[in-house]
C-alpha cells in the first residue's frame, strides 16, 4: 500500500482545512518545498499535491509550487484543485505532475474527462470522488451535487478508470479515523484501486487501510499535529 502525505496550497503555503472549511486554515510550513524534502528523506515517494486556492478560483493557481518540488525531489506527485480545462490540465503535466486527480470536473463534465482518460491513459487520471453522506461534492467541497458516490465510481469504472481517491468531507482533518465502513462498500461494490483520504489519526488507521485492502492511503493532518511520526511511516514502508 503506497503512503502518500499530503501537501495543500493556499498562498504557496502549506496549509491544512478541518472539513474543507477554508475559515479554518492553519498555516504549517510557509515552504512546501521543505516539507516535500523532509517527506523523501523518510522513505516517502508519493505525494498528494493539492491547490486549494485553484478549486476555489476554478483554474490552476499554485503550478510554480509544483513545478519547484518536482524539480528538486524526486516525489512522485499526484495534484488536484483548479484543474477545469484541457490547458489547465497541460500546465499540471508541464509542470511535473505524473498523476492529476479530477473531482468537481468529473461531475461537472463527464465526457471531457472520459477524452481525459482515453488521451493520456488510466495510469495518469485519478478520480476524485469526495463525499459527504455519500453524496458527492465539488469546487473545493463548497458546492454539493446529488451523485451517490459508489454510483459516480461506478460510471468511471466503466471508462476504464482505475485509481480512486475517495474522502469523507466530515472526517477530514478531525482526526477521529478513516471511514472504514465506505471504504470496504467501496472495494465490495467495484473493481477500483481505491486511495483513502480523511480522518487518518494513528499508525494503527494506516495499518487498518491495508488490511482493507486500500490500494493507497493519504495522511495530512496526523503528520502536521504530531501524531503519526514519520519515522513510523518509514517503518510502514520498508516493512511492506
Same mark, same amino acid.
Given at each position: 500500500?503506497?503512503?502518500?502525505?499530503?501537501?495543500?496550497?493556499?498562498?504557496?503555503?502549506?496549509?491544512?482545512?478541518?472539513?474543507?472549511?477554508?475559515?479554518?486554515?492553519?498555516?504549517?510550513?510557509?515552504?512546501?518545498?521543505?516539507v516535500a524534502k523532509?517527506?523523501?528523506?523518510?522513505?516517502?515517494?508519493?505525494?498528494?499535491?493539492?491547490?486549494?486556492?485553484?478549486?476555489?478560483?476554478?483554474?490552476?493557481?499554485?503550478?510554480?509550487?509544483? $513545478?519547484?518540488?518536482? %524539480?528538486? +525531489?524526486?516525489?512522485? =506527485?499526484?495534484? &488536484? *484543485?483548479?484543474?477545469?480545462?484541457?490547458?489547465?490540465? /497541460?500546465?499540471?503535466?508541464?509542470?511535473?505532475?505524473?498523476?492529476?486527480?479530477?473531482?468537481s470536473l468529473a461531475?461537472?463534465?463527464?465526457?471531457?474527462?472520459?477524452?481525459?482518460?482515453?488521451?493520456?491513459?488510466?495510469?495518469?487520471?485519478?478520480?476524485?470522488?469526495?463525499?459527504?453522506?455519500?453524496?458527492?461534492?465539488?469546487?473545493?467541497?463548497?458546492?454539493?451535487?446529488?451523485?451517490?458516490?459508489?454510483?459516480?465510481?461506478?460510471?468511471?469504472?466503466?471508462?476504464?478508470?482505475?485509481?480512486?481517491?475517495?474522502?469523507?468531507?466530515s472526517k477530514d482533518?478531525?482526526?477521529?479515523?478513516?471511514?472504514?465502513?465506505?471504504?470496504? $462498500?467501496?472495494?465490495? %461494490?467495484? +473493481?477500483?484501486?481505491? =486511495?483513502?483520504? &480523511? *480522518?487518518?489519526?494513528?499508525?494503527?488507521?494506516?495499518? /487498518?487501510?491495508?488490511?482493507?485492502?486500500?490500494?493507497?492511503?493519504?495522511?495530512?493532518?496526523?503528520?502536521?499535529?504530531?501524531?503519526?511520526?514519520?519515522?513510523?511511516?518509514?517503518?510502514?514502508?520498508?516493512?511492506?
Amino acid at each position: 500500500m503506497k503512503i502518500i502525505p499530503a501537501i495543500d496550497i493556499i498562498d504557496g503555503k502549506c496549509v491544512r482545512l478541518s472539513k474543507g472549511d477554508y475559515s479554518t486554515k492553519k498555516i504549517y510550513n510557509e515552504n512546501p518545498l521543505e516539507v516535500a524534502k523532509e517527506f523523501e528523506y523518510f522513505g516517502i515517494k508519493f505525494l498528494h499535491l493539492v491547490d486549494l486556492d485553484g478549486a476555489k478560483s476554478k483554474h490552476i493557481v499554485n503550478q510554480k509550487v509544483l $513545478e519547484n518540488i518536482a %524539480k528538486k +525531489t524526486s516525489l512522485q =506527485i499526484d495534484f &488536484g *484543485g483548479g484543474l477545469k480545462t484541457q490547458k489547465d490540465i /497541460e500546465i499540471a503535466f508541464n509542470s511535473g505532475a505524473k498523476q492529476i486527480t479530477i473531482g468537481s470536473l468529473a461531475v461537472q463534465n463527464p465526457e471531457f474527462c472520459f477524452n481525459l482518460i482515453e488521451k493520456y491513459g488510466s495510469e495518469k487520471i485519478i478520480l476524485g470522488a469526495d463525499c459527504e453522506n455519500k453524496k458527492i461534492k465539488t469546487s473545493g467541497w463548497l458546492e454539493e451535487s446529488d451523485k451517490d458516490v459508489i454510483e459516480f465510481i461506478i460510471e468511471y469504472q466503466q471508462k476504464r478508470i482505475e485509481n480512486v481517491i475517495c474522502t469523507d468531507i466530515s472526517k477530514d482533518g478531525m482526526l477521529e479515523g478513516a471511514s472504514t465502513d465506505l471504504y470496504k $462498500e467501496i472495494l465490495e %461494490k467495484t +473493481t477500483i484501486q481505491l =486511495i483513502a483520504s &480523511g *480522518g487518518i489519526s494513528c499508525i494503527e488507521d494506516v495499518y /487498518e487501510m491495508k488490511k482493507i485492502g486500500c490500494s493507497g492511503t493519504i495522511i495530512g493532518k496526523a503528520i502536521y499535529e504530531g501524531q503519526i511520526g514519520l519515522s513510523e511511516l518509514k517503518k510502514f514502508i520498508e516493512n511492506a
